[in-house]
């Protein structure tokens, strides 16, 4: 025991009692936060499997609802811990709730905000506005969705960007993700040029294209979308596999001007002159 000078008294021993007494249960209780997270990750996971081959739901959609389980799952861990954590050092929680309640009706005002996201974030799921792996346009951004949350939705920016962007300010959802796509591709020709020749190439580029396994229909020649200053805008279209639109406008800009170079049909070009005196 150990004696200070003012009269109070440590009994190291009864300290040393408590502390293994609380710190053995404090220690059980994290090992067995610890195997409880990725033991009931695993079930959620296979359970979603499991639904995924039953009601046959959508890959898309069975790794949106995976996502969003696990997100709930972590904070109820968290909660759970937080309770049986005072239930260890005997500390009732029923006083620090009540306490909590006063500092929430406190603050109350400004979590309005945080109840916005839920209930935006609740509806979006429930009306499948977006799921995980959509190619979307929201609140300025756009990207593919890599997570949808209770409070925040993320969205991966094409340079690598990871955009978090509260429920609340979802207001408009564009999904490019739905249903089949559109490939475009407008090309320019001379005045010059003998107009039939070129849409003829264009003609059997698009041919070409259209056993690519990528395109459900076309691509076609549409002909003259417009007559520009130094061009002759011509134009071409094809209906695509989902978000395979971009890849095939490329491959179909390469082999038209392959075809030009070689039929030797120039694209216009803006030309600087200068003039000496």
């Not at 972590?74 to 306490?99: D, K, N, R, T």
């Not at 979308?225 to 971009?246: A, C, D, M, P, S």
């Amino acid at each position: 025991m150990f004696r200070l000078e003012d009269g109070f008294q440590i009994d190291w021993g009864q300290l040393l009692g408590i502390v293994l007494e609380y710190g053995l249960k404090i220690i059980v209780l994290i090992i067995g936060l610890l195997i409880v997270y990725p033991l009931g990750k695993k079930i959620i996971s296979k359970t979603l499997n499991r639904a995924q081959n039953n009601q046959k739901l959508s890959a898309a959609r069975i790794q949106t609802l995976e996502k969003l389980l696990l997100n709930i799952f972590s904070y109820v861990i968290i909660f759970l811990f937080v309770v049986m954590f005072f239930g260890i050092i005997e500390q009732p929680i029923g006083p620090l709730l009540a306490g909590a309640g006063v500092v929430g009706l406190a603050i109350g005002f400004g979590a309005q905000g945080l109840v916005s996201d839920i209930v935006t974030g609740f509806f979006i799921l429930l009306e499948r506005q977006i799921d995980v792996g959509d190619y979307i346009t929201v609140a300025s951004y756009d990207g593919i969705v890599e997570e949808i949350g209770l409070r925040t939705t993320q969205i991966r920016g094409f340079d690598g960007t990871l955009h978090f962007i509260p429920n609340r300010e979802i207001n408009s959802v564009s999904n490019h993700s739905r249903g089949n796509m559109r490939a475009l591709v407008d090309i320019g020709v001379s005045y010059d040029e003998n107009i039939d020749q070129a849409l003829g190439i264009l003609n059997n580029v698009c041919n070409q294209f259209q056993k690519d396994e990528r395109f459900i229909d076309g691509p076609n020649v549409i002909g003259v979308q417009e007559f520009g200053t130094t061009q002759i805008v011509l134009r071409i279209i094809g209906k695509t596999v989902n978000n395979e639109q971009w890849g095939a406008e490329r491959d179909i800009r390469k082999a038209i001007l392959e075809a030009f170079d070689e039929h030797d049909i120039k694209i216009p070009h803006l030309q600087n002159v200068y003039i000496q005196k």
